[in-house]
């Protein structure tokens, strides 16, 4: 995997637009004396298909998803 590339903030104000027109897939880091604090990716239309089935076998239930674990009388 190639390391994102890395700018600092004060080129990234004076070279915004040209960066941005040249922003890869990989996206940027911005970085302020060497640390980093902003990612910019490009943008992407979220599809409505693209959520079907995202989190399938990441995800795992644990207990009742039905209840609260809970007794309680609705009379009292």
């Known amino acids: 995997m190639i390391p994102m590339k890395q700018i600092a903030a004060s080129k990234f104000k004076a070279e915004c637009l040209t960066l941005l027109d040249e922003l890869s ?3 940027l880091i911005i ?3 060497g640390k980093p604090v ?3 990716f490009p943008y992407r239309e979220a599809r409505p298909i693209d959520f ?3 989190l399938k076998g990441k995800t795992k239930i644990k207990g009742n998803i ?3 674990g809970r007794k ?3 009379q009292s």
């Open 66 to 68: 039905f209840s609260t």
């Open 72 to 74: 309680w009388d609705a």
């Open 52 to 54: 079907i089935g995202a």
């Open 38 to 40: 902003a990612t910019v």
């Open 25 to 27: 897939a990989d996206g």
């Open 31 to 33: 970085t302020k004396r």
